[in-house]
């Protein structure tokens, strides 16, 4: 038997409440703790936090999920069954950002820059696992979020590499990996 990282429904719902309550509780917390001179320098710190996550999504698909063992593989059965409920656990994912996020933040600006940090990066996780479900579970209509399942399925179905953006693809026409031929 090997490991897999697919989830119960309750779990892999539950990741979304959760998640959004992190979201709301940060959210609180920075606005109980944050020094009013210091509002601008709150929100410009979660707005960074949100753009670090577009980078962050962007590095761990194509490098860690696509790269290196055994995530690859686990991803791999991800790209096998895209309706699977196939990915991380909350407990798996929390323990990181507070690691690798809050922590460090904590670290360098104390409690109230740390949650404004954390709450960004955190924001963008769950618009990331709403907008991935989406795109392999629900109805996309037009829009944004059609334009978004079209480029993740040309990740899962593409004749070349690439798409690694779930959210933007920003970071995928910056670092060349569209999966299209690049113009000689």
Request: hydrophobic content about 50%; aromatic content about 10%; overall charge positive.
């Amino acid at each position: 038997m090997s490991f897999t990282m697919e989830q119960s429904k309750t779990a892999y719902r539950a990741d979304f409440a959760l998640y959004g309550l992190a979201v709301a509780g940060l959210a609180a917390t920075l606005g109980l703790t944050a020094p009013r001179a210091a509002a601008l320098e709150a929100v410009g710190l979660a707005v960074l936090g949100l753009a670090a996550w577009t980078l962050i999504e962007y590095a761990l698909h194509r490098f860690v999920l696509h790269g290196l063992q055994p995530f690859a593989r686990w991803h791999a059965d991800h790209h096998r069954r895209p309706s699977a409920l196939i990915g991380a656990s909350t407990l798996l994912s929390a323990a990181l950002f507070t690691a690798l996020v809050f922590l460090p933040a904590l670290a360098w600006g104390g409690p109230w820059r740390a949650c404004a940090l954390t709450l960004g990066v955190a924001a963008g996780y769950l618009v990331y696992t709403l907008t991935h479900h989406a795109t392999h579970h629900l109805p996309a209509g037009k829009g944004w979020l059609m334009r978004r399942r079209r480029w993740h399925l040309q990740h899962h179905h593409g004749e070349r590499p690439g798409r690694y953006g779930v959210t933007s693809s920003l970071w995928d026409h910056a670092f060349g990996s569209t999966g299209r031929p690049r113009a000689a």
